[in-house]
């Protein structure tokens, strides 16, 4: 398990970097988009880099406490509902982040 939570603070940093390079370049990453987006028809890209970069940096800060809780826990034992709490935090951040993501790009791109 430790292994797959070292991933996903991983994950996070690499979601903070490439938030602020979408930012400093203003160019969207393919990897932050759905494959059905084509950017050569999108309506305000400015618009959904500043609308997203917010998002992004929030939840990437939020995986990585997360993530950095779940591994601490890994050596030194801490309340259970601390964990079920982390757990949860990542189920419901990922539920929202992906209903944020989603109309951003419906908003902004489509």
């Known amino acids: 398990m430790t292994a ?11 979601l903070i970097y490439m938030t602020v390079k ?4 203003g160019v969207i ?4 988009l759905s494959n059905k987006i084509n950017l ?3 309506r305000d890209i400015p618009g959904y880099i500043n609308h997203m970069y917010k998002m992004n940096m929030i939840f990437g800060i939020l995986i990585c406490v997360l993530s950095g809780v779940l591994i601490y826990e890994n050596f030194r034992p801490i309340n259970e509902w601390v964990h079920i709490a982390a757990n949860a935090g990542y189920l419901v951040g990922l539920v929202v982040y992906a ?7 419906n908003k902004y791109l489509i």
């Open 22 to 25: 979408m930012k400093a370049s």
């Open 99 to 105: 209903v944020i993501t989603i109309k951003a790009q």
């Open 40 to 42: 050569d028809r999108a």
């Open 4 to 14: 797959i939570t070292i991933f996903i603070f991983a994950w996070g940093i690499y």
């Open 29 to 32: 990453p393919k990897q932050m």
